[in-house]
């Protein structure tokens, strides 16, 4: 197995086996009026997907480390953001229930 590829299982192993993931958003500030969760940085991360996706449950910090909501309640958000089914996001249904063509689209 090439080495990368090993690096991204047990990445992703590791998040699988966390309870939560706190997600600082650097580049946000919830007390400024032009606060937009979807426009941050992060979303653009090579790990935000398996940081998303496979711990039960994600936090999101903004600049000042104030939580601003969690993976459940911007899944709306997300959705729309990313193409990820409520239902993968919520877990209710795993992402590996769906057709590789689904995931990668």
Known sequence: MPTSRR???VIA???ENSITCYAYLEDVKS???RFVFENSRW???????QELLAPP???FFDHDWTEIGTRAS???IIEFMTGIPMQVLK???SWREYCVAQRMS
Do not use: A, E
Request: charged share 25%; no cysteine.
């Open 31 to 33: 007390n400024d009026p």
């Open 7 to 9: 690096i991204v299982l």
């Open 13 to 15: 192993s590791r998040y």
């Open 43 to 49: 979303f653009t991360r090579g790990w935000t997907l």
């Open 91 to 93: 877990k209710k249904t």
């Open 57 to 59: 449950d994600v936090l």
């Open 74 to 76: 911007f899944g709306g």
